[in-house]
């Protein structure tokens, strides 16, 4: 593809990004795949379409197949993408789908390396949700203690006081249970 392409492409994307700022998610859904219809293998448009269509229009199984193609493409491996960050994602579509096995196993591969307390904290969240789904008591465990044990860092980056209260009330129960 010609270089002028790829810079609309890129041009896209910034804009795509400019106009989900500015509250337009349809807009910014159509710059996206503009950039796309321009550049099929831009790995961070497909990335970017993902996101959207997870955490703003709620459409998981839209999202995974947008974040699937990205991680086809390398997006993560290209440096722009922490691996985690893909991984989770994955995960999040996968449990909005109802996959709790899949979204577990693809969680547990975003925790492998990562060091900031506020994925580890997200990442172990879900993990923790997953197992609840499942019935996997030891799992539920372990993923609620990981959690809990970065709830300074997942407040102060916004976290959400009814997670944190879930999975307070959650891990008690267990340790009544014993």
Do not use: N
């Not at 839209?62 to 985690?84: H, K, M, N, W, Y």
């Not at 959400?160 to 209260?165: K, T």
Request: hydrophobic share 40%; with cysteine.
């Amino acid at each position: 593809m010609s270089s002028a392409s790829s810079r609309t492409a890129d041009a896209l994307l910034r804009q795509a990004d400019e106009t989900e700022e500015a509250g337009d998610i349809g807009g910014a859904e159509a710059l996206l795949t503009e950039a796309l219809a321009r550049k099929p293998d831009f790995e961070r448009a497909w990335y970017q379409r993902g996101l959207l269509r997870l955490f703003e229009r709620e459409a998981p199984a839209e999202a995974l197949a947008d974040l699937c193609a990205a991680e086809e493409l390398g997006v993560a491996r290209q440096g722009s993408i922490p691996p985690s960050r893909l991984h989770y994602a994955i995960g999040e579509c996968l449990f909005g789908l109802g996959r709790f096995a899949e979204a577990d196993a693809r969680l547990q591969r975003g925790l492998s390396g990562e060091t900031d307390a506020v994925m580890l904290a997200e990442l172990h969240y879900r993990r923790a949700e997953c197992a609840d789904k499942l019935g996997r008591t030891d799992a539920l465990r372990e993923a609620l203690t990981r959690f809990l044990s970065h709830e300074a860092a997942f407040l102060e980056a916004g976290g959400e006081e009814e997670q944190l209260e879930w999975a307070r009330t959650r891990f008690a129960g267990l340790s009544h249970a014993r």
